[in-house]
């Protein structure tokens, strides 16, 4: 079912969106499937394609991954 949604023609207005309108499938339950063919999707060719240059060092990365497990301990310690 497509629920009213407000207008973007900018007058704020309800209008009633078509069936094929995208945002009308926000509320069915849609398949992973038809939302990778919907969303255009493609499979993953490389896995390295994942990668980005977050970190500038490998130090930098194994201080980042030590402050994220302190502060786990640390809401650990501090739940009952």
Not at 52 to 63: F, K, M, R, Y
Request: proline share 8%; aromatic share 8%.
């Amino acid at each position: 079912m497509c629920l009213e949604a407000v207008a973007l023609d900018g007058t704020g207005r309800p209008s009633r969106r078509s069936k094929k309108d995208p945002i009308c499938w926000f509320w069915e339950p849609l398949s992973a499937d038809v939302l990778a063919r919907v969303q255009n999707i493609r499979p993953l060719k490389h896995a390295e394609d994942l990668s980005a240059p977050i970190w500038e060092s490998d130090e930098e990365l194994e201080q980042f991954l030590a402050d994220v497990y302190a502060a786990r301990r640390a809401a650990r310690a501090h739940s009952p």
